[in-house]
Structures are given as structure tokens and as C-alpha cells.
Nanobody, 115 residues
Framework: QVHLVESGGGLVQAGGSLRLSCAAS????????MKWYRQAPGNERGLVAS???????NYADSVKGRFTISRDNAKNTVYLQMNSLKPEDTGAYFC?????????WGQGTQVTVSS
């Protein structure tokens, strides 16, 4: 079992920045992928960014150049630095951990960007 705890959400004006964190604990495999998803009201949950333990990253087109995902493997923590935020970035952000056996979700943290 893996437990994920997100933090760092909040209310910010358009153009501002936020940094999300997600700490994983429990049975952490050496090789895994951690991801951030976003879900706006009435919409499906969509992938924002992902990063492997080797540091390979992937971003949704809508956040490329604005968001940066990183991780500290020693702390089993993944970060999402969000710059130049837009109102359409508003939503609940969920951390996801996946290894060869299973995947787990955090409880989510709300990000609201005002125009």
C-alpha cells in the first residue's frame, strides 16, 4: 500500500505561481512513475505531467513551458511548479503513484486561479 499526501494548493491571481508537493509513503518501489492530474468541475480527470524515477518527464500541451515537474527520490516526493497560471488551470490536482504492481491516488488539492 502507498499513501500520498498533496499540499500547496490555494487561490492565486492569473499570472501568479504555485508549487504543489506530494509525499509518498509505504511500499515504494525503486522504479515508479509519479504524475499530476487535474480535474475541473464537470470535466474528466486529465494528465498534467509525469516523471519517472529516472527523471524522464512528460507534459500536457496546455502546460508546456509554464509547469515543471520534479522529484526528490530520497524523500519520495514529487513537486509541480506552476508559473504563469491561467483561469483554465483551475481544478483539483491529484497526485498519482504507479509501479509495476498497482497505482494509487492522493486526496487532491484545490487550485483556483482568478482572472
Amino acid at each position: 500500500q502507498v499513501h500520498l499526501v498533496e499540499s500547496g494548493g490555494g487561490l492565486v491571481q492569473a499570472g501568479g505561481s504555485l508549487r504543489l508537493s506530494c509525499a509518498a509513503s509505504g511500499r515504494i518501489f525503486t522504479v515508479n512513475t509519479m504524475k499530476w492530474y487535474r480535474q475541473a468541475p464537470g470535466n474528466e480527470r486529465g494528465l498534467v505531467a509525469s516523471i519517472t524515477t529516472g527523471g524522464r518527464t512528460n507534459y500536457a500541451d496546455s502546460v508546456k513551458g509554464r509547469f515543471t515537474i520534479s522529484r526528490d527520490n530520497a524523500k519520495n516526493t514529487v513537486y509541480l511548479q506552476m508559473n504563469s497560471l491561467k483561469p483554465e488551470d483551475t481544478g483539483a490536482y491529484f497526485c498519482n503513484y504507479e509501479d509495476w504492481t498497482d497505482k494509487y491516488w492522493g486526496q487532491g488539492t484545490q487550485v483556483t486561479v482568478s482572472s
